[in-house]
């Protein structure tokens, strides 16, 4: 699943050097590393592989972010997974997948203790799974399948959030997260202009707007409505402004002159 980038707005970078790991350093954790793309570029990404010892509960928490006034969230990730069946005399433990969760605040108050590190007070997400996972002969040329998976979270109402990503026992790259929201662009639909509005806190919501005619255009059908879908998509358009007497629609119907 890929994200319509049309109507997609990103929000900021969320990992870079204002990032916390648990456990605590020294401990074996998450990690910054260099690794190739399938392309064979140089990338740095955070990976953790401790798929011999038990009990693993490994967190990477971004920075802070600002909502802009969003009211549902998405989630684009870029990973790699090892495949457990290829490391040898690995236990059962071994995973293929990793838990996105989101903290909510109004201020940038998190420390390296809190929230603390568990299911609430973070909110999970979903349990994120591999599409295609690396084995040993993909590791002996240093090349990782990258996976891309796409998630959305809401409503969200505080000024900003948190984003963490929880191993469990697997062998793993986090390599590129990119947050962002939906929002309808500004358009001319029926003789009216309607603004730039953000779509809904639920994926299926459908957000009303008020259009107004545009310059030497009259209100025929009333009242004039469109729809912001969650996809960011204009749609069920309602009422029309036509053209007031002496002049005449032109370019699509978007001017009267």
């Not at 590190?117 to 799974?129: G, Q, R, Y």
């Not at 002969?137 to 505080?158: A, C, H």
């Not at 929880?166 to 962002?180: E, N, P």
């Amino acid at each position: 699943m890929y994200p319509n980038t049309r109507n997609a707005h990103s929000l900021q970078n969320p990992l870079g050097n204002q990032h916390y790991m648990f456990p605590s350093q020294g401990q074996r954790h998450w990690e910054e590393v260099s690794g190739y793309d399938e392309s064979m570029n140089t990338i740095r990404t955070y990976q953790v592989c401790n798929v011999f010892e038990a009990s693993q509960n490994n967190w990477l928490r971004t920075k802070y972010i600002k909502r802009k006034g969003a009211k549902r969230i998405h989630v684009e990730m870029k990973f790699s997974v090892r495949d457990c069946s290829s490391i040898p005399n690995v236990p059962g433990s071994c995973k293929e997948t990793f838990n996105l969760y989101y903290y909510e605040s109004n201020t940038d108050s998190a420390t390296k203790i809190t929230p603390y590190w568990m299911e609430n007070p973070w909110m999970k997400v979903d349990t994120i799974a591999a599409d295609e996972s690396f084995s040993q002969v993909d590791l002996g040329g240093r090349v990782m399948k990258i996976n891309t998976e796409v998630r959305s979270f809401g409503p969200v109402s505080k000024n900003g959030f948190y984003l963490a990503f929880q191993d469990y026992g697997g062998c793993m790259s986090l390599i590129a997260v990119r947050v962002f929201y939906r929002m309808c662009p500004l358009v001319i639909k029926n003789g009216a202009v309607f603004q730039k509005t953000l779509s809904g806190a639920e994926s299926t919501s459908l957000v009303a707007a008020r259009g107004s005619c545009i310059p030497n255009a009259e209100e025929v059908d009333v009242p004039i409505k469109l729809y912001c879908n969650g996809d960011g998509e204009w749609m069920v358009p309602i009422g029309r402004c036509m053209c007031k007497a002496g002049y005449e629609s032109v370019e699509n119907g978007t001017v009267c002159q």
